[in-house]
């Protein structure tokens, strides 16, 4: 992506959102336990048969009520698993229903509902309504609701919605909403809606919105809405990108609003800004206080001052310069033409 020097919001928009993320990406990893364990003790209190009613315990397997202080190499268990301590490996623990921790209920998939004190974490997949008051984290795909004080983790991806008071991060696709009250972080397509309060980044194609309070970043591509009450920043922008401050991409095509500046190799679409719009390439209507327009222009554009390398359209402003024209006919107030 070309970075414009004239524009320091740029980098400091995607320096912003990088810093942002590299908290967010390390509570993906799930380190393995090197150190030797003792061999799990899976007595319990069954009062019913067959594996069925009520367990107190760290039983293997079981279906009904389960009660235990810490998990501990548990397979299975269907229905509800309340738990009280930090759980241990459970490399193979598989929740249907039910799973409440005081700390934090963690299995390799959870299907149905977690609610965990600090955490919920499922080291494979998350299937359902998961809600921590720290962290949420899938180690493979969330689906479903992901709700978390501080953080909710799709590692692989997230499809459904994700709500965090900091931060939410996916590295992998999304289909749904993600919204954070500091930074979205999408680091593949997005299908949906991404909002941060701060800054909301895609790293891939994004076809829906992305909003934000200081910078929207599109790495990729966008197909919708990108907007920002400060800049919004991006490869090829189309649909409708609109910025308080500026709007800076390689191209941009629909609709483009920048309070201050819109600059971008090509423009095409509708452009507005008090300030100035800068191209090198433009096709359609752009209403500026500066326009300039360093290659071919194709449209109309008014301002105060029109600047056009090779025009062939309408200028209307105070001033008109198209190069093109012939010596005498450059510089012209009102309107200049050339087609």
């Not at 390799?108 to 919920?120: D, E, F, Q």
């Not at 008051?133 to 994700?162: C, N, W, Y």
């Amino acid at each position: 992506m070309t970075i414009h020097p004239r524009f320091p919001a740029l980098p400091l928009a995607l320096l912003a959102c990088a810093l942002l993320a590299a908290p967010a990406r390390a509570q993906t990893a799930v380190p393995a336990d090197t150190a030797p364990e003792p061999p799990p003790s899976h007595r319990a209190l069954n009062l019913g048969a067959g594996g069925v009613g009520v367990s107190i315990g760290n039983s293997r397997e079981w279906t009904g009520l389960r009660l235990n202080a810490s998990d501990h190499q548990v397979r299975q268990v269907n229905g509800v698993n309340l738990t009280v301590w930090k759980p241990k490996r459970n490399p193979r623990f598989e929740m249907n229903g039910v799973a409440v921790g005081l700390l934090a209920p963690m299995a390799r998939r959870i299907n149905g509902v977690a609610l965990g004190g600090l955490g919920v974490v499922g080291t494979d997949q998350v299937n359902g309504v998961a809600a921590a008051g720290l962290v949420t984290l899938a180690g493979q795909r969330l689906r479903g609701v992901g709700l978390g004080g501080l953080a909710v983790v799709g590692d692989h991806g997230i499809d459904g919605l994700a709500a965090a008071g900091l931060v939410t991060l996916s590295e992998g696709d999304v289909h749904g909403v993600t919204a954070a009250g500091l930074v979205s972080i999408v680091e593949g397509r997005h299908t949906g809606v991404s909002m941060g309060l701060v800054a909301a980044y895609t790293d891939g194609v994004l076809t829906g919105a992305s909003v934000s309070a200081l910078a929207t970043a599109v790495k990729g591509e966008s197909r919708g809405l990108v907007a920002s009450a400060l800049v919004v920043v991006g490869h090829r922008l189309n649909g409708v990108q609109a910025a308080g401050l500026a709007v800076l991409a390689d191209s941009v095509t629909g609709v483009t609003v920048g309070g201050l500046g819109i600059e971008a190799d090509r423009v095409r679409g509708v452009a507005v800004s008090a300030g100035r719009m800068r191209t090198s390439a433009f096709d359609g209507l752009s209403v500026a206080g500066w326009n300039e327009v360093r290659g071919p222009q194709r449209g109309l554009t008014i301002g105060l001052f029109n600047y056009a390398r090779e025009l062939h359209g309408v200028q209307v402003g105070v001033l008109n310069y198209a190069r093109n024209n012939p010596k005498g006919l450059r510089l012209l107030p009102i309107f200049n033409i050339r087609f």
